[in-house]
């Protein structure tokens, strides 16, 4: 069965530090990782990782992917109040009948302080 | 339509009763999934489509759960006589087509059993 261990499982920062999110997978058959951002209720997509060693980046936010340690690190710099949200790592299913369905880590909870 | 449409955004019964969650996907999106996220814990995987079918049903927790989907349309979930541990926010997500990999969330409907 696929597994997602995020760490840590919550942060508490001040605006301007930089934060480092960790997930560890173990899958059958990899094919790519997921980032999402969870303020509300709806999930919002960050990135998807398929490539050992690059990086991606949007503002902020940047995400790289080791698939020989079977982990990937979600960074935030300079962050602010509104980066305040659960960040959640998912891998999703390569095969058979429960192809695409996401296997998701518990989530690590960040909170901002002004 | 432009994103995952869910109704309602939240509802509120008693033990029970039946209801039923509703999911407009992506149009054109062929893979629907239904997750639950209880309060506090990460995202379950209920139950996934392929057009109308569902290759997949493994995460649904017991009998009292069921969902159909119309085509590649319209989807719903319906938990018939709830319980209080049934009370979480249920999410759905699409997919363009089995091969890609980004879920897109819709907004989700929280529900709660009194």
């Known amino acids: 069965e696929d597994k997602v261990v995020q760490s840590p499982l919550s942060l508490v920062v001040h605006e301007g530090d930089t934060v480092t999110l960790n997930c560890s997978y173990e899958?059958?058959?990899?094919?790519?990782l997921l980032w999402y951002k969870q303020e509300k209720k709806a999930p919002t997509f960050l990135f998807m990782l398929?490539?050992?060693?690059i990086e991606k980046k949007s503002g902020r936010l940047s995400s790289i992917l080791d698939k020989k340690e079977l982990f990937s690190i979600l960074n935030i710099t300079a962050t602010q109040t509104g980066d305040s949200a659960i960040y959640l790592c998912?891998?999703?299913?390569?095969?058979?009948?429960?192809?695409?369905?996401?296997?998701f880590g518990q989530g690590t909870i960040l909170t901002v302080h002004p | 339509g432009a994103g995952v449409s869910q109704s309602p955004s939240n509802k509120v019964t008693e033990k029970g009763k039946d209801v039923e969650l509703r999911c407009d996907p992506i149009?054109?999106?062929?893979?629907l999934y239904w997750y639950r996220q209880r309060l506090g814990q990460g995202l379950e995987f209920l139950i996934y489509?392929?057009?109308?079918?569902?290759?997949?049903k493994s995460g649904l927790p017991s009998d009292r759960f069921s969902a159909e989907r119309t085509g590649e349309s319209v989807s719903t979930l319906t938990i018939q006589r709830t319980q209080q541990e049934d009370s979480a926010v249920y999410l759905c997500?699409?997919?363009?087509?089995?091969?890609?990999?980004?879920?897109?969330f819709g907004p989700g409907t929280r529900l709660t059993v009194l």
């Open positions: 998912a891998v999703p299913n390569a095969g058979g009948t429960s192809y695409g369905k996401l296997t």
């Open positions: 899958v059958t058959n990899f094919r790519s």
């Open positions: 398929t490539s050992s060693g």
């Open positions: 149009s054109g999106h062929t893979a």
């Open positions: 489509f392929q057009g109308n079918s569902a290759p997949d």
């Open positions: 997500a699409s997919l363009r087509r089995a091969a890609a990999d980004t879920q897109y």
